[in-house]
T-cell receptor
Framework: GNSVTQMEGPVTLSEEAFLTINCTYTATGYPSLFWYVQYPGEGLQLLLK?????DKGSNKGFEATYRKETTSFHLEKGSVQVSDSAVYFC???????????FGTGTLLAVQP | GAVVSQHPSRVICKSGTSVKIECRSL??????MFWYRQFPKQSLMLMAT?????????EQGVEKDKFLINHASLTLSTLTVTSAHPEDSSFYIC??????????????FGDGTRLSIL
């Protein structure tokens, strides 16, 4: 069945450092891929998405490219800020299950 | 943008109490809403899919009689945790998909409800 694997955290970075959070997926067909962000005590917010191979989703300086050949959707940001500290979830939607499948989440802590 | 409102944000109550959580789509109609449960430091677990005007579809292992879902209108779904016990303590999050949106369109999430059963 469909699944999402993302790197375990926590990821601790200094302000202005480069961020990569790895995400790979297993799915039949051509799923849509998403990154959601969850700030402390809050629900999830959509950060970015990509619906087909080679699409690049971007928002607030974050980017992720849908790589079908490597079944990956890694999240990147060139210069993180303290305000980026949150839990990031990679997710996919598609196939016969009609469900949004989440990875386990990666906690990002950015220090000043 | 689309907004989903979830209420209450936090509930603390005694064991045996039934608790109702509301999920509203504020600026769009949602034929389908989803209820998730999130354990500490873990991912979201889909509990059930709520369909307007019909019965909810529950995931395997989720007790239908324990977690009652009602989706009476295109903007409101409720989750009632019946006779709650300490093991039901968790963070519950709802989401909604805009009516007519394709399956590749994102769900919009509420801010969650922290349920604590004493």
């Amino acid at each position: 069945g469909n699944s999402v694997t993302q790197m375990e955290g926590p990821v601790t970075l200094s302000e202005e450092a480069f961020l990569t959070i790895n995400c790979t997926y297993t799915a039949t067909g051509y799923p849509s891929l998403f990154w959601y962000v969850q700030y402390p005590g809050e629900g999830l917010q959509l950060l970015l998405k990509a619906t087909k191979a080679d699409d690049k989703g971007s928002n607030k300086g974050f980017e992720a490219t849908y790589r079908k050949e490597t079944t990956s959707f890694h999240l990147e940001k060139g210069s993180v800020q303290v305000s980026d500290s949150a839990v990031y979830f990679c997710a996919l939607y598609g196939g016969a299950t009609n469900k949004l499948i989440f990875g386990t989440g990666t906690l990002l802590a950015v220090q000043p | 943008g689309a907004v989903v409102s979830q209420h209450p944000s936090r509930v603390i109550c005694k064991s045996g109490t039934s608790v109702k959580i509301e999920c509203r789509s504020l600026d769009f109609q949602a034929t389908t809403m989803f209820w998730y449960r999130q354990f500490p430091k873990q991912s979201l677990m889909l509990m059930a899919t709520s369909n307007e005007g019909s019965k909810a579809t529950y995931e395997q292992g989720v007790e239908k009689d324990k977690f009652l879902i009602n989706h009476a209108s295109l903007t409101l779904s409720t989750l009632t945790v019946t006779s709650a016990h300490p093991e039901d303590s968790s963070f519950y999050i709802c989401s909604a998909r805009r009516q007519g949106a394709g399956s590749n369109q994102p769900q919009h999430f509420g801010d969650g409800t922290r349920l604590s059963i004493l």
